[in-house]
């Protein structure tokens, strides 16, 4: 699990890929993350996440800082900027930040509040995983006060 090489299987598309990081309900972590593959988050992180794979802030998951993935399904709760390519909101989603996606989903009862802004369908248009600003791109930014899609 951890150090592994996976060299001798195949690449899978984010999507698909399996949990192989979970910080559990009780678990807390301070400090920065930085994931190859895919993590769900269901405890607390205090720091910056970055997952080239799939991350998930599960329902009693809770993010205070900036969240970097290809693949971004909150379900939880997160308060930092988000910079994904795709990026869903489920019913309970809550987010206080600006997001920057290439595709959002959001369910009925999700809340965001922040701006977002909608990139290229180019995948090259983010920023790469591990940057802290954004690169510059056609995108337009939409103030957002507070937003639920109820």
Do not use: W
Not at 104 to 109: I, K, T, Y
Not at 142 to 149: D, G, I, K, Y
Request: hydrophobic share 40%.
């Amino acid at each position: 699990m951890f150090g592994s090489s996976n060299k001798d299987k195949p690449a899978l598309a984010p999507a698909n890929r399996q949990i192989d990081t979970v910080i559990a309900q009780h678990c807390k972590l301070e400090g920065d993350l930085t994931c190859e593959n895919s993590v769900k988050v269901d405890g607390a992180i205090t720091g910056t996440l970055r997952c080239q794979g799939r991350a998930i802030i599960g329902e009693t998951g809770l993010v205070k800082g900036d969240v970097h993935s290809a693949d971004l399904l909150v379900i939880g709760r997160l308060e930092g900027n988000v910079f994904s390519e795709n990026l869903h909101l489920q019913a309970n989603a809550n987010i206080i930040g600006d997001i920057e996606t290439r595709t959002l989903q959001v369910d009925p009862g999700a809340r965001y509040s922040g701006t977002v802004k909608m990139r290229d369908q180019s995948p090259a248009a983010l920023p790469a995983l591990g940057t802290t600003k954004p690169a510059a791109g056609n995108g337009v930014a939409v103030p957002v006060a507070s937003r639920s899609a109820a």
